[in-house]
């Protein structure tokens, strides 16, 4: 993944063979923990939604996600990517450890998609807040709840005012989107749900 520097990015990965990453809800937890730590630090989180098997973050770039570190031998990563694999491997041995297996938990590759206007086709404001609204949407689509704000691992219940989460930066969200948070309950039920 390489990325630019105050960009709007959609990432996201899933579980190997399209396996199940998170067995109880202390494993969304842990997760969650391991995003503030690992990620929140480098870049400002706008979304996120954790399903059984697999991830979704809407993140804001700055100087520090772009940052290279060292890398094994002569390479060098940026920061946020190096990071994103801090977070994947060591979630990944705590659920190996959890539940006495081997091997990879995650997909190799995680996926990020640029969401601003210089890469896309379309207004970057249409186009993040849909994005937002998709991934709030997924447990629903998915049939896991009958209403969005029955599925507790997601930022959803934090836009709604439902919950005081730390981890989004919901007014950033709104600065770069110029989206109002007073239809966001309608509007997300409106979106469709095809992917990003």
Known sequence: MNFL???????YNRGNNKQKVFFSDE???FFLKKIGTQIK??????CWCLMPNHFHLIISTNEESCK??????STSIQELSYRIGILLS???QAINNQNKSTGS???QKTK?????????????DDYIV??????????????LVKKIEEWPYSSFLDYCGLRKGKLCNKDLMMELSGYDLENFYEDTYRVSGTGY
């Open 5 to 11: 520097p105050y960009e709007v990015y959609h990432i």
């Open 27 to 29: 494993n969304y937890l």
């Open 41 to 46: 630090p480098y870049c400002d989180i706008l």
């Open 68 to 73: 290279l570190r060292k890398a094994f031998g």
């Open 90 to 92: 060591t979630y990944s």
């Open 105 to 107: 938990l995650f997909q």
């Open 112 to 124: 990020s998609k640029i969401l601003s206007i210089k890469q896309n086709l379309y207004s970057p």
């Open 130 to 143: 849909n994005c937002m609204h998709y991934c709030h949407k997924n447990p629903i689509e998915a049939g």
